[in-house]
């Protein structure tokens, strides 16, 4: 297997090329957790590997409480189904938390501090089934507990991590916060093997080819920890080494074929790029400043054949899209045609119209 092989496989098993699932709860748990800071862009990332998916539908299963949103991995938001959530938070909550520490401190913000404004947001929980981050501010700023922002911001994520915070439904166009015990009683706990096990299972399936380093990066967790997960599954996987590098995949695994022309557009932060500490599979170190920047923002990306070859951009008003596409070098027609077909696509997810930019491009005949 080449180097190039690997993300024309990750493309596949990740859902993108083709898709097992018609649901959005079953394709996160497949994931394992989906980054999700940048909330629309996360739910285009479940959208785009669910055929016919729209972000109404996406939104459906957030507020039924199927998909999750929280803290955990790492110290950034991730979407999760309802059934991993408990498991995965008690498997990393703790390495979060040092991951945070010194922000923490920064901000003033004592484990004493942290545990009054537990109180307070679990109280103000009982009069109301879901609450704004507004309404939350303001309950806590009534009992006496100054926070600006960025306090508000850790104290909530810090909850979260306690495991007594989640999304709730959206209201109006606001995100709400809902107690996680209430929407999702907790089960029995699995021992950390288990979970372990289950957490490093669910990864070398479904982002495969992948390494150690790989899995550590998404997971969290350290490298002691990551080395003991992939030790209980090993009978389960098998190994190649591509480039010096030693990669897993199932061991039921067989090498598909993809696509001989394909273009996706693919969210910012999406798995398909973050989720790995390697990225150079899918481009060269040479176009990575274009993609992302030194202080971790992803853009939006263009994929075609596995490779990415440029970044998009898209600007909603009312009931249209405008798209714009930005190829790092000339492409073909045939790339260009795909582009538009894929971005016809995104518009359909938000069930708006699509207005290209730049169509003089799209029309050239190269």
């Known amino acids: 297997m080449k180097p190039r092989d690997i993300s024309s496989i990750r493309l596949i098993n990740q859902q993108i090329e083709t898709s ?30 669910i055929p016919g998916f729209t972000e109404k539908k996406v939104q459906a299963e957030i507020d039924q409480g199927r998909i999750l949103r929280t803290h955990l991995l790492r110290p950034t938001w991730h979407f999760v189904a309802a059934d991993d ?8 909550a703790s390495h979060v938390k040092t991951k945070s520490r010194s922000r923490f401190k920064e901000l003033g913000l004592s484990p004493e501090i942290c545990q009054k404004s537990n109180r307070i947001i679990e109280k103000a929980f009982s009069k109301n089934k879901y609450l704004t981050r507004e309404e939350l ?32 439904i959206k209201r109006d166009k606001n995100q709400t916060y809902a107690i996680l015990g209430d929407r999702v009683p907790k089960p029995s706990s699995l021992s950390r093997d288990e979970a372990l096990a289950k957490l490093a299972f669910t990864y070398f399936s479904s982002h495969c080819p992948a390494s150690l380093a790989d899995f550590s990066w998404w997971s969290g967790l350290s490298v002691t920890d990551a080395k003991r997960a992939m030790e209980i599954i090993r009978p389960k996987f098998i190994f190649e080494t591509i480039a ?57 990306v263009i994929v075609v ?19 714009e ?42």
């Open 85 to 92: 959530i408990w498991w995965m938070l008690e498997l990393t």
């Open 305 to 323: 054949n596995g490779q990415v070859k440029g970044i998009w951009k898209r600007t909603i008003k009312k009931d249209k899209v405008y798209f």
């Open 20 to 49: 097992s699932f018609t649901c959005g709860k079953e394709l996160v748990s497949w994931m394992g957790a989906m980054q999700a800071q940048d909330y629309a862009m996360a739910s285009w990332g479940i959208g785009l590997r």
């Open 137 to 168: 501010h303001a309950e806590i700023e009534n009992n006496k507990l100054s926070i600006d922002k960025d306090r508000l911001t850790y104290l909530i994520f810090w909850a979260e991590l306690e495991g007594i915070l989640c999304s709730g």
């Open 244 to 300: 010096d590098q030693q990669y897993w995949f199932p061991e039921n695994f067989s090498t598909p074929f993809p696509k001989n022309s394909s273009v996706h557009l693919l969210p910012a932060f999406d798995e398909f790029l973050i989720s790995y500490k390697d990225r150079t599979a899918a481009f060269p170190l040479g176009h990575h400043p274009k993609a992302f920047t030194i202080n971790g923002i992803f853009h939006p």
């Open 325 to 366: 596409p930005f190829f790092f070098n000339p492409v073909p027609q045939k790339t260009l045609d795909l582009t538009k077909k894929a971005a016809i696509n995104f518009a359909e997810f938000l069930d708006k119209k699509i207005e290209i930019l730049n169509q003089d491009k799209f029309d050239e005949k190269r």
